[in-house]
Nanobody, 125 residues
Framework: QVQLVESGGGLVQAGGSLRLSCAAS????????MGWYRQAPGKQRELVAE???????NYADSVKGRFTISRDNAKNTVFLQMNSLKPEDTAVYYC???????????????????WGQGTQVTVSS
């Protein structure tokens, strides 16, 4: 299967910056779209940004101009550079990826759509 591990969360003052990373590992055959979602207390999980394998990006309106998503296909890693952070950006941030993996038992290619464990981002005012 495929595992996603996030890193880079933490506590920062309003106006500061953080950079999140998410590395995918396992029997990866392909990774199509990778993305970042977030969930604040009492709210639904929402899309923050996503990026396709050929670099096309999509952002939530609330983060446009402040956040930048990028990926390193050779390292199966996606990044989220977050600048000009606001208290309302406080949430648990989750990495998401979908693609195909190689099942060892029979060498079949199967689809996956997995989540990371989440990393806390807290922005103080």
């Amino acid at each position: 299967q495929v595992q996603l591990v996030e890193s880079g969360g933490g506590l920062v003052q309003a106006g500061g910056s953080l950079r999140l990373s998410c590395a995918a590992s396992g029997s990866i055959f392909s990774i199509n779209t990778m993305g970042w979602y977030r969930q604040a207390p009492g709210k639904q999980r929402e899309l923050v940004a996503e990026i396709t394998s050929d670099g096309a990006t999509n952002y939530a309106d609330s983060v446009k101009g402040r956040f930048t998503i990028s990926r390193d296909n050779a390292k199966n890693t996606v990044f989220l550079q977050m600048n000009s952070l606001k208290p309302e950006d406080t949430a648990v941030y989750y990495c998401n990826a979908e693609g195909r993996y190689l099942r060892d038992s029979d060498s079949n290619l199967l689809r996956y759509h997995n989540w990371g464990q989440g990393t806390q981002v807290t922005v103080s005012s």
